[in-house]
């Protein structure tokens, strides 16, 4: 006996609903098909098969239907909690898999190139982790008939209206990985360059006797600086005292800096040998550390200035 | 074009509990799927009969029909009737019917006064 189009069909239908009811629905599905079938008398009856099986539609959404089986990933109960916590995820943990990789693969002496690629796939990868798993849980969930006790939402879970602010998130943010960075390479130079000496070793660029002293003070007014940025994100606004304060850090950077220029006791003897610089190539990069000193220097100070002048022009 | 796609789902929203209600009156005469389904096309409620057949099975499972298969005819079909259950369930949705008609009685001429 051949398998006609209806055996397929119910079929189809049956391998796709729970065991225990498989046979009834099988028979029931069928007689009804048949039923079907016959009313359409005015075509002949593979084409009325046809036609009946068309209409009855994709034997998988019957079966969903049957079984009460939902024909989404995730639905409209779970939905929200999942993309909210997979938001949450994705801010740090991709993030901060890089930053780990960066950091060890940097203290294993790799190249810095290395580092960086190896920290951009560590912190896709990671990504990636979090989106399948996510997803996976909240699929599993969907099926499964348990009330997972997630928290509901509450009126207290309402998020701040954006209030007038001129030191928005990105800029503290933006300022804060500038320091850092700029702290990272302060420390870093001293150990890996890109000069190296006569012997083959990495020359510091700025002179290591500073660390008795200028370095860790420059490395002190960082860590000053990095707190003001949080002090004036807080602040949401440029008022009197974070002026002073930043013009005050900005000095207390860049006054050293052009200080040990002016001297020459701020590069490394040996890194400016190294680079094959003469006297007065030096004395030219010296006075031009200083002169950029002073600019930013100015620069900060009447930025800040400036700021507090409209932000009092604003609310008066 | 565009219109007509939205009252059609408007329409179908509308429609969507109706055919239950439709369903339990009917089968106070007992039948089988398939004349259930022309007897409620013949009465104006346009289902699909793949919409028709699990929900007959649903309304089984909650014990709002019973059924039976009749062997008696050359091919075995499998009969529903309403139950004593799905009887007052119907009257309790037939109750809200009638108070949501009421209600949009009393909304339009409301609107009108």
């Known amino acids: 006996m051949t398998t006609t189009l209806t055996d397929r069909y119910v079929h189809a239908v049956q391998r796709s609903v729970p065991e225990a009811r498989r046979e009834e629905i099988g028979r029931e599905l069928r007689s009804s098909i048949d039923d079907m079938v016959d009313a359409r008398d005015d075509l002949d009856r593979d084409e009325a098969e046809r036609v009946v099986l068309t209409d009855l539609g994709d034997p998988g959404v019957l079966a969903a239907q049957y079984a009460d089986r939902p024909l989404h990933l995730i639905g409209p109960r779970y939905f929200l909690t999942y993309w909210r916590l997979m938001l949450r995820l994705l801010t740090w943990i991709p993030g901060a898999v ?4 960066l950091t060890v693969v940097m203290i294993r002496n790799d190249s810095s190139a290395d580092a960086v690629g190896a920290a951009v796939s560590a912190g896709f990868q990671a990504a990636v982790q979090v989106v399948f798993w996510t997803t996976v ?13 997630l928290p ?6 309402l998020p701040d209206a954006p209030d007038e602010r001129d030191i928005s998130l990105v800029d503290t943010v933006t300022a804060l990985v500038f320091i850092g960075l700029f702290g990272v ?25 500073l660390w008795s002293g200028w370095l860790p003070l420059l490395l002190a007014v960082l860590v000053a600086n990095a707190a003001l940025e949080v002090w004036k994100h807080r602040e949401g606004r440029w008022t009197g005292p974070i002026v002073a304060a930043t013009s005050v850090v900005s000095l207390a950077f860049a006054l050293p800096f052009a200080w040990l220029a002016w001297r020459d006791s701020l590069l490394n003897p040996e890194f400016v040998d190294a680079v094959g610089m003469n006297e007065r190539v030096l004395g030219y990069v010296n006075d031009g550390i200083v002169a950029g000193a002073v600019v930013i220097v100015l620069i900060e100070v009447v930025d800040a200035l400036w700021k507090l002048r409209r932000r009092r022009l604003a609310s008066a | 074009m565009e219109a007509d796609d939205v009252v059609k789902t408007h329409l179908q929203e509308l429609r969507r509990g109706t055919v239950v209600v439709a369903s339990l009156t009917a089968l106070r005469e007992p039948g089988h799927g398939y004349a259930l389904l022309q007897t409620l096309a013949g009465y104006g409620f346009a289902v699909d009969a793949n919409t028709l057949y699990p929900l007959l099975r649903r309304l089984e499972d909650q014990g709002l029909l019973l059924s039976e298969w009749n062997t008696d005819e050359s091919r075995p079909r499998k009969i529903y009737r309403t139950s004593l259950r799905g009887e007052s369930v119907l009257a309790v949705l037939l109750e809200d019917m009638a108070a949501i008609t009421s209600s949009i009685d009393r909304l339009t001429q409301g609107e009108r006064s």
């Not at chain 1, 909240?138 to 009330?147: K, N």
């Not at chain 1, 360059?193 to 006569?198: D, F, L, M």
């Open chain 1, 137 to 149: 849980v909240f699929a599993v969930l969907e099926r499964v008939d348990v009330d997972p006790g």
């Open chain 1, 98 to 101: 890089a930053l780990v990789v």
């Open chain 1, 152 to 157: 509901g939402w509450t009126v207290d879970a």
């Open chain 1, 185 to 209: 390479v302060l420390v870093v130079q001293n150990f890996r360059s890109w000069v190296q000496g006569p012997d083959g070793e990495d020359v510091a660029v700025l002179d290591p006797a």
